[in-house]
Structure formats: C-alpha cells, structure tokens
C-alpha cells in the first residue's frame, strides 16, 4: 500500500512539472546559425533583382526579387518546459533561433500572377531532439495552384531519416552533372522530377529553370 502511494505521489509531482494552467513563456537559449557550407547553396540574389527566363518557343519570363528575408527567427525546440490543460493545449520550450533566409519572387505569366517562395532554414527530424538538418524549399502559385519543391540538400553534418523527410518536405533533389534546358546546358545541377512542375537549382547561379506540363523554362541571365 506504502509502495502504491508513493508511486503515485511521485507520478503526481511529474505530471504537474509538465502540464499546468499556465505556462511559463518560451525561454531561447541559443542559435543555430547555417553552416560554411549550407551557405554556398544560398544564391547571392538582391532585393529587385530580375530572373529571365525563356522558354522553348521564346517567350520570356521576368520574376523579380520583392523581399529578402533574413534572421534567426526560427523556432527549434529542444526541450520541453511544460503544457497547459486548456483546450488548445499550447506547449512552451527551451528553444534555439535557427538561421533562415526567404526569397520572394514575382511577375506575370499569360496575363495572371505568378510568385514563387525560396526558403533555406533547418528542419528538425524529431521534437526536442538536437539533431537538425539544412533544407531548401521552392515553392510556385500561379493561378491559385500551389506547386511546391523537395528538399534540396539532407543535412550537410547529420544523419537524418529519409522516410520522415520525404512525408515533411516531399523528397530530396537529385544532383545530375550536366542538364540541358532548351539550348543552353548546365551542370552541377539539383533537380526535381517527380511530379510537375520539375525545379532545377545550382548553387552558382541559384534557379535555373522550370517546368509545367507543357513548357520549359530556362535562365537567360
């Protein structure tokens, strides 16, 4: 009965440590900026800069850098502090402000709006787990269709689970040596193929082309 007693004083004394009416705040204890390395996939793009693109039967394409996005606002958990009891059930942690820089792209295709997101920031591959990897997202929206990119790089210094991944971020680019685009040839290039539109990345000159289902799209400049 003793033994049953104190089993259950200490299970109380636990549960109450983790989950409580109110929470105490967020409470940052770091960063995590990228890495010398993850930073060479990062292409050098300023705020107004325009991409042209071409495609097969020479038409052009012009998306322009709007806004750059730069900082240490992203939120990795590390470990827990505790959770409320209420509805919504919010939990709070020790936390690191990992790196992340955003490009957002725009212009007008056929008359309609176009934008495009390039996001580099660090995934994590399990809650409050310190383990990160360094992921690149393209994105595209045009005519109310979101078209989203895979990861473009596992993690540059950790192991990571590619199953997880591939049900987070889509799957993971393909780097092939050399990739023609209409007439002009690149190499060293990442791409994405699995489903439409393909994306293809270098990290000398950043996006260097794309595809919908009935054009390709290439960089002229």
Excluded at 86 to 109: A, N, P
Aim: with cysteine; net charge positive; proline share 3%.
């Amino acid at each position: 009965m003793k033994l049953i007693l104190l089993f259950s004083i200490t299970l109380l004394l636990f549960f109450s440590c983790k989950t409580q009416l109110n929470c105490p705040p967020d409470k940052k204890v770091g960063t995590l900026p990228f890495t010398a390395t993850a930073k060479k996939y990062i292409p050098p793009y300023q705020s107004n800069q325009v991409l042209v693109f071409k495609n097969q039967e020479g038409a052009s394409l012009e998306l322009t850098i709007q806004k750059t996005e730069q900082g240490m606002n992203n939120r990795l958990c590390t470990k827990k502090i505790c959770s409320t009891l209420d509805v919504k059930s919010r939990t709070t942690c020790e936390y690191l402000g990992g790196e992340v820089t955003r490009f957002f792209l725009s212009g007008q295709l056929n008359g309609k709006d176009i934008s495009a997101d390039l996001l580099f920031t660090h995934v994590q591959q399990m809650a409050y787990v310190r383990a990160f990897i360094t992921a690149m997202r393209f994105s595209m929206d045009h005519q109310g269709t979101s078209m989203s990119g895979f990861l473009i790089e596992k993690d540059f210094s950790q192991p990571i689970n590619e199953v997880q991944l591939k049900n987070e971020l889509g799957g993971i680019m393909v780097k092939k040596e050399k990739v023609k685009l209409n007439d002009q040839e690149f190499t060293e290039v990442y791409t994405s193929e699995k489903k439409y539109p393909h994306f293809y990345f270098t990290t000398k000159q950043g996006l260097v082309g794309f595809k919908t289902t009935g054009h390709t799209w290439s960089l002229v400049n």
